[in-house]
C-alpha cells in the first residue's frame, strides 16, 4: 500500500454563484521514500493540492489515505494529531514565529506532542545540525538570512520525524544561489530516505526530482516517472543509510 | 502543551506589549484596588461602630424607651405616666432576672463654668452608681457617689476628661495631666465640687496615636493643639462619652428639677432608665418579666418599649451590609469594564497574530491548545492587574487614611483581596472565552493566508 493514496478527490469553492473547482477528481499514489515535485502554472491547484495531501485542508469530495488512515472525514483534532507526526511543512514564506528564537521554533511541534523540555532541546539541536545552523541557535528569524530561515523552516519540518514533507514552493523567495542549497538539502533529506513532495512553478526546479506531476487547472495533466529511467536521486538508498533520526 | 509553558508564553506575550498590556490592566487594577479599598473603609466603620457600641455600655445594655401608646390606647395617652423612679423601685424589686438598673434623671441647656472657662456637656444627667457599670466608665480618679451623697443630694459631680481638657486644660496644652478632685466648678450657676475623673475614652488608633505623640521631643506638642471638636478625628461616641458629667440622682432632681422647670411644676419623669440582664441568653424571658412589672406600674397603658443592642448591632450590620453591597457593585462595574477592556486587547491581540495562529495550526497545535493559550494569555492579564491592584490598594488607603483622616481607620483584608483577585481572575476568563473560540476555530489555511 502506497503512504498516500488519493482517490478522485475535488476541491470546489463556491464564490458568488459560480463554482470554482481547484481540484477536480485527482487521484494519485506516493510511495514511501519518494521525492516528487508537483509543477503548474499559477492558480492551477498546486497549493490546494498539497494542502490536501497535508492535512490542513479537507477535499469537497473523495478519499484520501495516508499511512493507512482514511483523513477526508477526520475531526479537526484527528488532523491537528496528524499534522504533528506524521507531516512536516515548508512554506514559501518560512513562516517561523517573529517572537521565538530558532531553537523554540524548531521545538514548537514538539512542545504540541507534549515532549518533555530535555528531550525537546535535544532533538532540536539534531534537527539544526542537520540543516547545519547549530551556531545560530539562539537568534531571532529576523537576525537571520532568507536561506538560513528556510534552512530552521526545514529543521522544524524534520524535528517531529514525519513520515513525509511538503513544500510549497521552498525557493520562491530565494535568490537562485540560496535556492540552490535548499534544493540540494531537500536532494540530501531525500537520498537518506525521507518522503519529500516539492511544489513548484519551475520547471528547472521540478527537474532534480526523480517523478513530476504536472497540474492544470485542478486536473493532473501529464505524470512524468523518471525513477524507472534510473535518475533517481531519492526513491532508492544505494548506502543502505537509515534516515536521520533527529532523536 | 504543558499548563506552566502556556503560562510562559503568556508572560511573555504580555511582557512584549508591556505598555498596552499596562493600559487594559489599568481597568482590573482600579478595580480591585477600589474593591479592596472600599471594603478596607467599609472594615474601618464596622470595627469603629463596634467601638462606639462598647463605649456606650456594651451588647448587653437594653434601654428602656418611652413610646407613644398603641393606637387601642390612644385616649388614654394623657395619662401615660412616663418613666419614673416607681418603675425602677418596682423593677428592683421584683425583676430578678435584671441585673443592672440604672435610673437618669437628665438636665437641659446645662453650661458649666469656671471663672472665664465654658463647657457644654454632651449629658449632665443625675444617676445612680449603677451607671459605671452600665455605660462601661471606668474611675480614673477619686471616687464616685455615696449613699450620702445620694441622700443629702450633695452638690458633687463626677466628669469625663473632655471636661476637665475645657475647663481645666488638655495635658496636650498644659503639658501636665491636671487631676480637678476637689475643685469646684458651676452648673448653671451652682458650685459643684468634682469629686472623680474618668479615664479617657478613645479608639485603639487614637489610643496608639497619642502615645506616639508622647514619646515625641515638647516643642512639636507646644504647636497648636489638634482641633479635636465634633467634626474632626476621633470617634464620636468616645467624645461623647468624655464629654459626661455626672451627679447623684436626688441632687438632680432638688436642685434642678424639683426646684421647677419653666412652667414651675417639678417632673418627675426619668429621661432614661437602663437595663442589664442577668444572662443574655435569657434576654426575652428577662424582658418579658420587666414588661410585666412595668404594666402594673403603668397601669396597663403601654407608653414604653425596650430597644436591646440587638437591634442597634442589626441596624449596624445592615448600614455595613448596605455599605458593601454599594461599594461591591462599583467595584464590580469597574472591573467588568476591565474585563471589556481585557477583551478588546485579546481580539485585537488574536487579529494581528492570524497568522502566527495558522503556523501553529499547521505544525500541530489543535483549537483546544489555542483555546487555552488566548484564555490563560487573558487570565495573565487579569491576575497581574489583580496583583498589582492589590499593591495599589496599600497606596489607595494610605492616601485617602491622609486626605480624609476618620477614627476609623480602614483595614485590609485578606478576604476581600482573595475575593478581589478571584473575580478578576474570573472576569479574565470570561473576557478570554470569545478570543479563546474565535482563535480556536480559525481555519490553518484561512489563517496561513491571512495578510
Ligand atoms: N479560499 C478560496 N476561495 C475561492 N477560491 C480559492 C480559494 N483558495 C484557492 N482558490 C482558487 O483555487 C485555485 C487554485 O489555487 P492554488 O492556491 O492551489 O493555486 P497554485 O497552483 O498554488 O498557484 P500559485 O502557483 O500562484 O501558488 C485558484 O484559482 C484560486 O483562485
Ligand atoms: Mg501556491
Partial sequence: MALVELRNVSKIYQLGGEEIRALDDVSLDIESGEFISIIGPSGSGKSTLMHILGCLDSPSKGTICLDGVMIQDASARQLAAIRNRKIGFVFQFFNLLPKLNVTQNVELPMIYSGIGSAERKKRALAALESVDLVNRAKHRPSQLSGGQQQRVAIARALVNDPKIIFADEPTGNLDSHTGDAILTLFRRLSQSGRTIVLVTHDPEIAAVTPRRIEIRDGKIAVKVDLTLAGLAGGRRNPDGAEPPKPA | ?451
Fill in chain 2, 1 to 451: 502543551m504543558p499548563l506552566f509553558n502556556t503560562i510562559i508564553v503568556g508572560l511573555k506575550e504580555v511582557w512584549t506589549h508591556k505598555f498596552r498590556s499596562f493600559l487594559t490592566m489599568l481597568g482590573i487594577i482600579l478595580g480591585v484596588a477600589s474593591l479592596v479599598g472600599m471594603s478596607a473603609i467599609i472594615k474601618g466603620m464596622e470595627n469603629g461602630m463596634k467601638e462606639a457600641m462598647v463605649a456606650m455600655g456594651g451588647a448587653d445594655k437594653v434601654l428602656l424607651e418611652q413610646q407613644d401608646v398603641p393606637v387601642e390606647q390612644e385616649h388614654l395617652a394623657d395619662q401615660a405616666p412616663g418613666r419614673t423612679m416607681a418603675d425602677v423601685q418596682a423593677l428592683k424589686q421584683t425583676a430578678p432576672l435584671l441585673r443592672v438598673i440604672s435610673p437618669e434623671m437628665g438636665v437641659n441647656n446645662v453650661l458649666l463654668t469656671r471663672g472665664e472657662k465654658t463647657a457644654m456637656p454632651s449629658e449632665c444627667v443625675g444617676v445612680w452608681p449603677a451607671v459605671v457599670e452600665m455605660n462601661m466608665h471606668t474611675l480614673e480618679h477619686g471616687r464616685f457617689f455615696t449613699e450620702i451623697d445620694e441622700e443629702q443630694a450633695s452638690p458633687v459631680c463626677v466628669i469625663g476628661t473632655g471636661i476637665r481638657d475645657e475647663l481645666f486644660g488638655s495635658p496636650e496644652q498644659v503639658g501636665r495631666e491636671i487631676v480637678p478632685v476637689g475643685e469646684i466648678i458651676e452648673i448653671n450657676s451652682q458650685p459643684f465640687t468634682i469629686v472623680g475623673m474618668f479615664e479617657r475614652y478613645e479608639g485603639e488608633r487614637d489610643k496608639k496615636e497619642r502615645e506616639l505623640a508622647k514619646l515625641k521631643p515638647r516643642e512639636e506638642l507646644a504647636g497648636p493643639s489638634r482641633q479635636r471638636g465634633w467634626g474632626g478625628k476621633g470617634n464620636w461616641a468616645f467624645q461623647r462619652k468624655n464629654m459626661t458629667i455626672y451627679m447623684p440622682l436626688n441632687t438632680a432632681w432638688i436642685r434642678f428639677r424639683a426646684a421647677g422647670d419653666k412652667d414651675g411644676i417639678p417632673d418627675p419623669r426619668l429621661s432614661d432608665i437602663d437595663l442589664k440582664v442577668e444572662d443574655l441568653g435569657e434576654l426575652e424571658s428577662a424582658l418579658q418579666q420587666a414588661r410585666n412589672v412595668l404594666m402594673l406600674t403603668h397601669r396597663g397603658i403601654e407608653d414604653f418599649g425596650f430597644r436591646t443592642q440587638e437591634n442597634q448591632l442589626e441596624s449596624i450590620n445592615q448600614q455595613i451590609r448596605n455599605a458593601r453591597m454599594s461599594g461591591g457593585v462599583i467595584a464590580a462595574i469597574s472591573l467588568l469594564v476591565g474585563g471589556i477592556g481585557i477583551m478588546n486587547i485579546m481580539l485585537a491581540s488574536i487579529n494581528e497574530r492570524i497568522r502566527e495562529i495558522g503556523i501553529c495550526k499547521a505544525v500541530g497545535a489543535t483549537g483546544l491548545s489555542v483555546f487555552t493559550q488566548v484564555l490563560i494569555e487573558s487570565m495573565v492579564i487579569a491576575t497581574l492587574g489583580a496583583v498589582l491592584g492589590v499593591v495599589a490598594s496599600f497606596g489607595f488607603v494610605r492616601i485617602l487614611d491622609m486626605v480624609m483622616p476618620t477614627a476609623n481607620s480602614p483595614v485590609i483584608t485578606p478576604g476581600a483581596m482573595l475575593i478581589a483577585v478571584a473575580f478578576s481572575i474570573g472576569v479574565g476568563i470570561v473576557a478570554g472565552l470569545f478570543p479563546a473560540f474565535k482563535a480556536a476555530r480559525l481555519h490553518p489555511i484561512q489563517a496561513l493566508r491571512y495578510e
